[in-house]
C-alpha cells in the first residue's frame, strides 16, 4: 500500500529548545493512524508542522507525492489536507452552519460563488451539502446556532466535521474524543470509521487509549519530541519503551 | 456614510483608520475640479470614486499590510493608526498645492430641488443621500451575512489565523474592505459636494468628528448603528444651528457623545464586532 503521507527527518526548535528531534514516520493511504505519547511530547506540534502553523527546521513533508515542507499554510487545504484542534477554533459568533460551510471554502471559489446570496436560495448546493454533513453527525439540531452558545461536546463534534467538508485525503484530528462522554465517543468513532471507507486518511492524536486501540490499525509513539514506537496497538501496549514513557511521565492514560 | 466606513475598517481589522476623511475629502476635491473644468458632474464623480479606490488600496499597502508583515499583527500597533493620520496629512497638502485652501462653490445640478412640509425644507439631494445611504448599509450587510465573501471577511474579523488554515485569502480580502472603505468615502464626499455645493481641503476634518461621533453614538463596528449615529448627529447639528447658533456646533455634538459614553459605554445599538451577527 502506498503512503499518503512521509514525515522524514523533522527536527524544530523553539527558542533552543528541540521540541521535534529527527522524527520521521509515514502514514498509509486509508488507513487509520494514531499518533500519541505522554504530555508535552510534541504531537501538537506535528500537526501544527504538517498544516503549516510552523515551519521546519530541517526534514521534510510530502503528502500524497506532492512536497509541501514549505508552502503557505493557506494552500494545504488544497492539496488535500485539513484539521481539527485541540483547544477549539471555531469562530465563536457564526453559526454551526456557517463554520461548516468555511470547511468548505476553498472549494467554492469563482467569483460568482462569491457574491452569491446563498442564504436567499433555499436550493443552494454549498448549503445543503454542509447540511447533510451536520446530519451525518448527528449534529442537524443545531444549524443555525452561534456555536459559542453550544456545550463542549458538540462543539468539538462541529470541529470535525467542518475538518471533513472539504474531503481530505489526510485527516489531521488532534484529541477529538476530549471531553465527549462515551455515547457521543461511540458515534464519533462510527462516524470516523464511516469517513475512513470514502477515501480519507484518519491522522489522530487522542489519549483515550481505548478509542484509539478500537479506531487505528497503526499508532505511532512519540516522547520528549523523540519516536520511541512504531506498531499494532497490542504491540505498544506491550512494548516496554513505551511503559516506561508513560509510567515515568505519571500519566494516567497508559496504554 | 463615513461612519460606516470606519466602522467597517474598526470592526473588521480592528484599525482606526485615520485616511477616511481624507478619501472623503479628495473625492469631493476632484469631483468639483472636473467639474469645474467643463465635464458632467457624473463623470467628474466618477474620477472622485476611481481615485478614492485607488487611494484606499495604497494606503492599504503602506499602513495595514507593511505594518503587518513587520509586526506580525497590524492591530496591536499604534502604528498603523499614526501613519494612517500621515496619510491624511499628506493628502491635505496634496490639495492644498493644487488647489489652494479657499473652499470652491460647486454648481450643483439639483440646487433647486427641494420641498416643503409643514414649514421645513427638505432637499432632494439630502433625501437621496439618506436613501441611498440605508440602501448600502442594507446591500453591505447582505453581503456580509449572506455571501461566501462575506463569510470570510467575518471569519478574518474573528480568527483570521484560522480562516488562513481554511484556506481564506488574508492577503486578498482585506484589500477588499479597504476597496468597500474607498468607495463609501468617495460617495459620500460627492453626495456632500452636492449638497453643501461648496468644498474645501478641511471638510475632511469636520466630517472625521462628526463620523467618529456617530459610530461612537451608534455602537463600534455596529453598521446600522453607524447610520443611525450619522443621522443623531446631524439632527443635533441642525437643531443646535437653529437655536444656538453655528459658532458652538461642536458642543452638543460631542457633549452627546460624552454623555452616551457615560451611560452607555457601548453605544446606543451596543458594541459589535462585525462577525457577532448582530445585522
Ligand atoms: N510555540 C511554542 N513555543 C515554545 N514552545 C512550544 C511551542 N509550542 C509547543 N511548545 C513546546 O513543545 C512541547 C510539545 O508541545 P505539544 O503541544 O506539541 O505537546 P503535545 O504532545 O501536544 O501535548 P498534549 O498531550 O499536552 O497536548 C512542549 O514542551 C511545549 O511547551
Ligand atoms: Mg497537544
Known sequence: MSNVLNFTSVDKSFGGLRVIDNVSFNVKKDSRTALIGPNGAGKTTIFNLLSGIYEVDKGSIILDKNDITNIPARKRINMGMSRSFQNIRLMPHLSTLENVMLGQHHLANSTKENFFPLGLIKRNK????????????????????????????????????????????????????????????????????????????????EHDMNFVRNLCQHVVVLNFGKKIFEGTP?????????????????DDNAP | MVAVAFTLTIGMLNFLNFTIPALFMVAAMITWAATAAGLHWLVGASIGMFVSIIASLIIERFTYRYMKAKYGDATEHALPLVSSLGFLIIFEHVVIMIWGTDPMSFDSPFAHAQFKIGGIIFGIPQLISLGLSILLVFGLSLLLKRTRLGRALRSIAEKPDTATLMGVDVGRIVPVVFMMTGFLCALAGILFTINYKNVSPYIGDHVATNAIAGMVIGGLGNIWGAIAGGLIIGMVEVLSIHFWGADIIKVPVWGLMLLILVFRPAGLFGHTQIGKGKF
Open chain 1, 126 to 205: 454549498w448549503a445543503a451539502r454542509a447540511e447533510q454533513a451536520l446530519i451525518n453527525a448527528g449534529l442537524e439540531t443545531y444549524p443555525g446556532q452561534v456555536v459559542s452558545e453550544l456545550p463542549y461536546g458538540i462543539q468539538k463534534r462541529i470541529e470535525v466535521v467542518r475538518a471533513l467538508v472539504s474531503n481530505p485525503k489526510l485527516l489531521l484530528l488532534d484529541e477529538p474524543a476530549a471531553g465527549l462522554n462515551s455515547t457521543e465517543t461511540k458515534e464519533l468513532q462510527t462516524l470516523l470509521e464511516n469517513v475512513s471507507t470514502t477515501g480519507t486518511t484518519l491522522f489522530v492524536v
Open chain 1, 234 to 250: 497490542d504491540e505498544v501496549a506491550k512494548d516496554p519503551q513505551v511503559l516506561e514513557a508513560y509510567l515515568g511521565g505519571n
